[in-house]
């Protein structure tokens, strides 16, 4: 088996991909890591382009330095995506209860954090913007919230039967 710290792209680890706030096996299998890797060659996109026009393109706004804004300037490091979940295990999946045919088990998805709505609004529109320019296709894009408000964003691609699907 493959050792959990590996890359599986330039940014996105196995170990980050398969991080769970519960004490069970998840140890995705080589099909599995497949699919982790095409999520995230789309999770690098995602960032490079969020850095590009959020934080690195940005003209200085001295009116957000003195709020306090995080504004970067040209050369300081890139804003990383962090992921909440990726694959899960089908004892995790139901531990955390996951949907029984969830695309976390098959390790096609991705739930990104997000800082509020309107980071995840911003995310949502450069996977679109990725997804038309590239004209292929993801099968999930949705934001979610749980009960106690807090909001992420769920990305999922498969290898083929990508639907589309936007909420």
């Given amino acids: ?9 330039e940014h ?5 991909m398969t991080k769970t706030s519960v004490n069970l096996k998840n140890v ?18 995602l960032r490079s382009r969020y850095n590009e026009r959020y934080e690195r393109a940005s003209p200085p706004n001295p009116l957000s330095e ?21 694959f ?6 139901k531990a955390v209860g996951g949907a029984a ?16 709505m ?17 004209r292929e296709d993801f099968d999930e894009l949705l934001i979610e919230r749980n009960a106690r408000g807090a909001i992420w964003l769920h990305f999922a691609v498969r290898a083929q039967g990508n639907r589309r699907r936007i909420r």
């Fill in 28 to 45: 995705p299998n080589e099909a599995q890591i497949e699919n982790l890797k095409r999520v995230c060659g789309w999770l690098e996109l």
């Fill in 88 to 93: 899960r295990s089908e004892a995790v999946n």
């Fill in 12 to 16: 996105f680890t196995l170990a980050e």
């Fill in 101 to 116: 045919n969830s695309n976390h088990l098959t390790g096609c998805a991705a739930d990104i954090r997000v800082s509020g």
């Fill in 118 to 134: 309107e980071q995840a609004l911003r995310y949502a529109v450069i996977l679109l913007d990725i997804s038309d320019e590239s």
């Fill in 1 to 9: 088996m493959q050792q959990v710290t590996m890359r599986l792209t």
């Fill in 66 to 86: 003195r709020r306090g804004g995080s504004l970067r300037r040209e050369g300081s490091e890139d804003e990383p995506i962090v992921i909440n979940s990726g």
